[in-house]
C-alpha cells in the first residue's frame, strides 16, 4: 500500500489550503484515514480523522476551521484547511488504516509529509 500526498506549501494566516492523500496497490479493505502533523521535537499529533462510514474527529485546535472527507471509490482522503493560523505551521502527514490483499489484519500505513507554513 502506497500513500502519495498532494498540496500543502506557504499561505498568509487567515487563508486556506487544501491536502489530499491516495492510497494505491494491492489494497482489499479500508478503514479510518485522517491527517496528523508534527513539529520539531514534538510528538506527532492528530489533526482529523475520518472512517469508513464518515464519522469524524478533530482536534481541539481545528475544529469550525478544517473539514476532512474521503472518497472511497477513489480511496483518497482530503483535509480542508481554512482560517490558518501560523500555530497550524507543521509538516503534515497522511495516515491510513488498510488491509492488503493477502493480509489478515489491518495495518499502519503513512504519506511522505509536507511541510504547511502559516505566515503572519
Known amino acids: 500500500v502506497q500513500l502519495v500526498e498532494s498540496g500543502g506549501g506557504l499561505v498568509q494566516a487567515g487563508g486556506s489550503l487544501r491536502r489530499s492523500c491516495a492510497a494505491s496497490?494491492?489494497?482489499?479493505?479500508?478503514?479510518?484515514m485522517g491527517w496528523y502533523r508534527q513539529a520539531p521535537g514534538k510528538q506527532r499529533e492528530l489533526v482529523a480523522a475520518?472512517?469508513?462510514?464518515?464519522?469524524?474527529n478533530y482536534a481541539d485546535s481545528v475544529k469550525g476551521r478544517f473539514t476532512i472527507s474521503r472518497d472511497n471509490a477513489k480511496n483518497t482522503v482530503d483535509l480542508q484547511m481554512n482560517s490558518l493560523k501560523p500555530e497550524d505551521t507543521d509538516v503534515y502527514y497522511c495516515n491510513v488504516l488498510a488491509r492488503p490483499y493477502g493480509g489478515s489484519w489491518y495495518e499502519n500505513y503513512w504519506g511522505q509529509g509536507t511541510q504547511v507554513t502559516v505566515a503572519s
Open positions: 475520518i472512517t469508513s462510514g464518515g464519522s469524524t
Open positions: 496497490g494491492r489494497i482489499f479493505s479500508i478503514g479510518t
